[in-house]
């Protein structure tokens, strides 16, 4: 089913590990420059919670430092946002 080239399409990603997942890697950039990004409150709340709790000085490689920086780099097309 093709859409319309005039419609206008939101992806939503909706699961904060794959937010992070992803936030984590090279593509981050190009997709926040090419694809306009929703989601929900709780995975907002999420992220936000994981970059107030996990250390940003917590040694490189470690999970908690991993969940650190891709819910800080998650956040931030969605703080841009707002201000």
Same mark, same amino acid.
């Given at each position: 089913?093709?859409?319309?080239?005039?419609?206008?399409?939101?992806?939503?990603?909706?699961?904060?590990?794959?937010?992070?997942?992803?936030?984590?890697?090279?593509?981050?950039?190009?997709?926040?420059?090419?694809?306009?990004?929703?989601?929900?409150?709780?995975?907002?709340?999420?992220?936000? %919670?994981? #970059?107030?709790?996990? $250390?940003?000085? =917590?040694? !490189?490689?470690?999970?908690? %430092?991993? #969940?650190?920086?891709? $819910?800080?780099? =998650?956040? !931030?097309?969605?703080?841009?946002?707002?201000?």
């Amino acid at each position: 089913m093709k859409m319309a080239e005039d419609d206008v399409r939101h992806p939503v990603i909706v699961d904060t590990d794959a937010l992070i997942a992803v936030a984590n890697t090279d593509l981050w950039s190009r997709i926040t420059d090419n694809i306009q990004l929703t989601t929900t409150n709780v995975c907002y709340h999420e992220l936000k %919670r994981h #970059v107030r709790e996990m $250390s940003e000085y =917590a040694p !490189e490689g470690t999970r908690e %430092r991993w #969940v650190h920086d891709g $819910s800080k780099r =998650a956040l !931030e097309p969605f703080d841009d946002e707002e201000t």
